[in-house]
């Protein structure tokens, strides 16, 4: 749930600036794991929207959420050179060390395509995994 004081602070930080909604979707995102229905309808009427132009670009992009989710999340780039380097054969061992604690995200490209296999927890990127670094990278998660 966003709280009212800090999402007004978000639009106001972005105020008049051209292009805001991106900008203003993933600060509300990061601040607050989501961007529910108060966040939505908040945005469309600092921005002169209605509510369903803006759900339908929070419903669009994957990174952001309806509804917040807790846990951890390690992003797992399966794109093709991942897959030449191995990525699949590692997938197994991911979900079992992930449980329900860690939520497994497939990403398609990283940008380490020359490294991979690889994944992301939060803004820190994992390169040449094998089976044993991604499991500890998950259960550190």
């Not at 805001?20 to 961007?35: N, R, S, T, W, Y």
């Amino acid at each position: 749930m966003s709280s009212p004081q800090k999402l007004a602070q978000i639009l106001a930080d972005h105020a008049g600036r051209e292009g805001a909604l991106l900008p203003i979707l993933h600060d509300i995102q990061a601040e607050f794991g989501c961007v529910d229905e108060n966040a939505e309808t908040a945005i469309a009427h600092a921005l002169n929207l209605s509510r369903a132009d803006v759900h339908g670009v929070v419903s669009f992009y994957h990174d952001f959420k309806s509804v917040a989710d807790a846990r951890p999340v390690v992003q797992i780039c399966r794109a093709e050179a991942c897959k030449a380097r191995g990525v699949e054969a590692l997938i197994a061992d991911a979900e079992k060390a992930a449980g329900s604690r860690v939520k497994l995200s497939t990403v398609y490209c990283l940008g380490l395509c020359s490294a991979g296999p690889n994944a992301r927890v939060g803004d820190r990127l994992h390169a040449r995994l094998d089976a044993p670094a991604l499991t500890r990278l998950i259960e550190n998660a």
